[in-house]
């Protein structure tokens, strides 16, 4: 299969190595990291160790295919700019695959694409860019791809195309849901980790920043339940939980982002639950003053 990885960071050039070992793919990514693919290949360390030769290229002008599958995992304020862009190389059976952070990247996406063509997926890998052309897989985690139509052979030949790269990968019934249930959870862990400088594990080890995720996650939950998602608070904090212990070596990709002196995704995640909570007179105190936090750092 031809697969397209649009802003290879650590996860996608983490995927984008995994899934060359049977398919054709291609990384858009820095020039840095580009280059040092070009010379070198790229470099996976750290739970999968491998070295292997990809293509790799600045811009999505430069690749001269139409993919069958176009992956993501730009940044949520970079998606509008990256769908305009990969629009002119797409084929009207490309699909695009949504693996981001935030909770409007598939709205952005749609206004450019047929929402036939558009699914997405979650990940709880956890992969650290180390330096151009190399980067850490820091935990082995969950993956699961979805449609937003009807389950069709697309998403089981994308599940399985996924499988065989050696990425652990189920079929998700209602990934809408489970954005939200990501992005509650990302609430709770990305701002709290970024302001305290610390790895994932280390929210569950100080009590005071346990009860800090609790409220957060508490907050963010009754929000999201506006979309009549049902979410019990209760299992959401056991969910944030779970996931801080399976990437409990992890940086979030938010608090990476401030170490390399980057743009955070902030608004896309904790200021959209306060965007929708102030709509419906909720409390959004928590992610308000996170919100205020991150963009002060």
Not at 279 to 294: A, F, G, T, Y
Request: hydrophobic share 35%; aromatic share 4%; glycine share 8%.
């Amino acid at each position: 299969m031809k697969i397209v990885i649009m802003g290879a960071g650590a996860i996608g050039s983490f995927f984008g190595g995994m899934l060359s070992k049977n398919n054709d793919v291609i990384l858009i990514g820095r020039k840095s990291h580009v280059e040092s693919i070009k010379k070198n290949g790229l470099n996976i360390d750290g739970k999968t160790k491998i070295n292997i030769k990809i293509k790799a290229e600045e811009s999505i002008e430069k690749i001269g295919i139409s993919p069958d599958l176009l992956i993501l995992t730009v940044k949520s304020f970079d998606t509008e700019n990256a769908i305009k862009d990969a629009k002119n190389i797409m084929g009207k059976n490309t699909l695009v695959l949504s693996f981001q952070n935030g909770l409007n990247n598939i709205e952005k996406i749609k206004k450019y694409v047929d929402g036939r063509q558009v699914i997405a997926g979650i990940t709880t890998n956890g992969c650290i860019f180390s330096e151009p052309g190399r980067i850490i897989h820091t935990g082995i985690g969950k993956t699961t791809i979805g449609s937003f139509n009807k389950e069709s052979e697309q998403i089981k030949k994308i599940v399985d195309l996924f499988n065989k790269a050696g990425i652990k990968t189920t079929i998700c019934k209602d990934i809408a849901k489970e954005i939200w249930i990501k992005g509650v959870v990302n609430s709770s862990i990305n701002p709290i980790t970024s302001f305290f400088q610390c790895k994932n594990g280390y929210l569950l080890e100080n009590p005071i920043l346990e009860k800090s995720i609790e409220r957060v996650c508490e907050e963010s939950t009754n929000i999201a339940n506006i979309n009549d998602l049902n979410l019990s608070i209760d299992q959401m904090i056991d969910t944030t939980k779970e996931v801080i212990i399976d990437t409990s070596e992890n940086y979030s990709s938010m608090l990476q982002s401030i170490q390399q002196n980057k743009r955070t995704e902030i608004d896309s995640i904790n200021g959209k639950f306060v965007e929708l909570g102030e709509k419906n007179n909720l409390d959004v105190s928590l992610n308000k003053l996170l919100v205020r936090l991150i963009k002060d750092m």
